[in-house]
T-cell receptor, first 113, second 116 residues
Framework: GNSVTQMEGPVTLSEEAFLTINCTYT??????LFWYVQYPGEGLQLLLK?????DKGSNKGFEATYRKETTSFHLEKGSVQVSDSAVYFC????????????FGKGTKLSVIP | GAGVSQSPSNKVTEKGKDVELRCDPI?????LYWYRQSLGQGLEFLIY????????KSGLPSDRFSAERTGGSVSTLTIQRTQQEDSAVYLC??????????????FGPGTRLLVL
């Protein structure tokens, strides 16, 4: 089955710093890839997605590019804000037979003023 | 439109009791999923429903866990004879089926279960 590995946190950055959260996957075929975000006290929200190789998902200043050659989907943001403090989850969905999402363990980001 | 809703938002129960958790998916979404989020375990898939097909129960941790989906909409997850290790946040998600297959899953706020 699929597996997703993302960098362990916690990650602490100063406001306006550059963010990268690494995510790699192993899967049969070419899964759709997602980043979900969980703000403090809230549920999981879809942040962005990419469904095929070289696709770039983007939302709220965050970007991630589906890299088939490195089986990666790293999350980046050029200038983080305090409001970006949350837990970020990378997930993969094969869409063929097994319709469950496989999640990474989550990376907690804290942005300090 | 309305998102995925779950009830109750919090549930405290005594070890050995049965609990029922409810999920209302987004209207029109044919696929419904249950996950469990617990400290140290991350997010675990439990069960998946698609239309009238037999559910994928491969993620259920024991036979104390069961789920049903009535009328292709509302789902209930039942945990019998609860144990302390069942304490977790139970998340429900739904997704629509497009021509490429299933799209992104949209999650409800979760039910936080505490077994004393």
């Amino acid at each position: 089955g699929n597996s997703v590995t993302q960098m362990e946190g916690p990650v602490t950055l100063s406001e306006e710093a550059f963010l990268t959260i690494n995510c790699t996957y192993t899967a049969t075929g070419y899964p759709s890839l997602f980043w979900y975000v969980q703000y403090p006290g809230e549920g999981l929200q879809l942040l962005l997605k990419a469904t095929k190789a070289d696709d770039k998902g983007s939302n709220k200043g965050f970007e991630a590019t589906y890299r088939k050659e490195t089986t990666s989907f790293h999350l980046e943001k050029g200038s983080v804000q305090v409001s970006d403090s949350a837990v970020y989850f990378c997930a993969a969905y094969s869409g063929a037979g097994s319709y469950q999402l496989t999640f990474g363990k989550g990376t907690k980001l804290s942005v300090i003023p | 439109g309305a998102g995925v809703s779950q009830s109750p938002s919090n549930k405290v129960t005594e070890k050995g009791k049965d609990v029922e958790l409810r999920c209302d998916p987004i209207s029109g979404h044919t696929a419904l999923y249950w996950y469990r989020q617990s400290l140290g375990q991350g997010l675990e898939f439990l069960i998946y429903f698609q239309g009238n097909s037999a559910p994928d129960k491969s993620g259920l941790p024991s036979d104390r866990f069961s789920a049903e989906r009535t009328g292709g909409s509302v789902s209930t997850l039942t945990i019998q004879r609860t144990q302390q290790e069942d304490s977790a946040v139970y998340l429900c998600a739904s997704s629509a089926r497009g021509w490429q297959g299933f799209g992104a899953q949209y999650f409800g706020p979760g039910t936080r279960l505490l077994v004393l």
